[in-house]
């Protein structure tokens, strides 16, 4: 089945550690997307590649990155994670020029724990 | 601005109808959608509205939206155990292929036996 798979589910970094978190996709979709979800907050966006032009949120701080070598694959990188950085990291991608409102679909979300 | 807000809670029993609310700010949205998220679980389309719709049923779900009042919503009918979840409404502007979703903090429903 087609898919948007992020791993890994769950990752534990100390403070000021860098960590990546890793997003593939099986739909062949030239838009991908991260968003952070706090806890009982809503999904905020953090930044979104359109094929490989890279478009950042005016509020994302710096300490936040990503990579798109491919079509299929995208990175987050947390440069230097603070304990503000703990959080649900999703994944999503739509298709650029769809019928419907170019509906995102959704991974099932990275949760990042900083000790 | 963008400003999407919902109540947080709703409870009711299996069998009944839920009916969950939502207010948006940005009268240039295009599309507006509900998502559902289980615990742990990525976020799951169940339906959107074109902005130029007031009404769409899709099997138990029925949406309502108007436009005057920027108000949204999405009736469950005979509400199951397994509606349990998060449910978020979004609302999204389009620009050249890419979509911003803006979600609102979402409504957590607790469907019980």
């Known amino acids: 089945d087609a898919m948007v798979i992020q791993n890994p589910r769950y990752q534990v970094t100390q403070f000021g550690k860098p960590v990546t978190l890793s997003c593939s996709q099986t739909?062949?979709?030239?838009?991908m997307y991260w968003y952070q979800q706090k806890s009982s907050q809503a999904p905020k966006l953090l930044f979104h590649y359109y094929d490989k032009d890279f478009n950042n949120e005016a509020d994302t701080p710096d300490n936040f990155q990503s990579r798109r070598p491919n079509t299929s694959f995208c990175f987050l990188d947390i440069r230097s994670p603070g304990l503000g950085d703990a959080a649900m990291y999703l994944c999503?991608?739509?298709?650029?020029?769809?019928?419907?409102?170019?509906?995102?679909?959704f991974g099932p979300g990275t949760r990042l724990t900083v000790l | 601005g963008e400003d999407v807000e919902q109540s947080l809670f709703l409870s009711v029993r299996e069998g009944d109808s839920s009916v969950i609310n939502c207010t948006y700010t940005d009268s240039s949205s295009t599309y507006l959608y509900w998502y559902k998220q289980e615990p742990g679980a990525g976020l799951q389309l169940l339906t959107y509205?074109?902005?130029?719709?007031d009404m769409k049923q899709d099997q138990r779900l029925t949406v309502l939206l108007n436009k005057k009042d920027k108000h949204l919503s999405l009736r469950i009918a005979d509400t199951q155990t397994g509606d349990s979840a998060i449910y978020f409404c979004?609302?999204?502007?389009?620009?050249?292929?890419?979509?911003?979703?803006?979600f609102g903090t979402g409504t957590r429903l607790l469907v019980s036996p």
């Open positions: 739909l062949n979709h030239n838009v």
């Open positions: 979004a609302e999204s502007m389009m620009n050249t292929g890419f979509q911003k979703l803006v």
């Open positions: 509205i074109f902005s130029n719709m």
């Open positions: 999503a991608t739509s298709f650029s020029g769809g019928r419907v409102g170019n509906e995102q679909f």
